[in-house]
């Protein structure tokens, strides 16, 4: 079964930045897109990045221009570079294949308050 471990998460203040990863236990990594989701309590998991096996790269309005998605598949590994973070990037953050198709992991939580 392949596990997706997120990591990078924390409490930062608006205007800051952090870079999540998501390692993942796959051996075909990488010929799947990949991308990264988040969540707020009460409201649906929403596609926030996603990485195409060539490396095309796609984004949710709301973080366009903010956040960096990028892949390393030498290490399976998974990346969303945040820069400028705002209130309303606070939730759980969590990579999985686009289409989600893998169990997901436990996330990361991101706070951005000041």
């Known amino acids: 079964q392949v596990q997706l471990v997120e990591s990078g998460g924390g409490l930062v203040q608006p205007g800051e930045s952090l870079r999540l990863s998501c390692a993942a236990s796959e051996q075909f990594f990488r010929i799947f897109s990949m991308a990264w989701y988040r969540r707020v309590p009460g409201k649906q998991r929403e596609l926030v990045a996603r990485?195409?096996?060539?490396?095309?790269?796609n984004y949710a309005d709301s973080v366009k221009g903010r956040f960096t998605i990028s892949r390393d598949n030498a290490k399976k590994t998974v990346y969303l570079q945040m820069n400028s973070l705002k209130p309303e990037d606070t939730a759980v953050y969590y990579c999985?294949?686009?289409?989600?198709?893998?169990?997901w992991g436990q996330g990361t939580q991101v706070t951005v308050s000041s």
């Open positions: 999985n294949r686009e289409p989600a198709l893998l169990s």
């Open positions: 990485i195409t096996s060539g490396g095309s790269t």
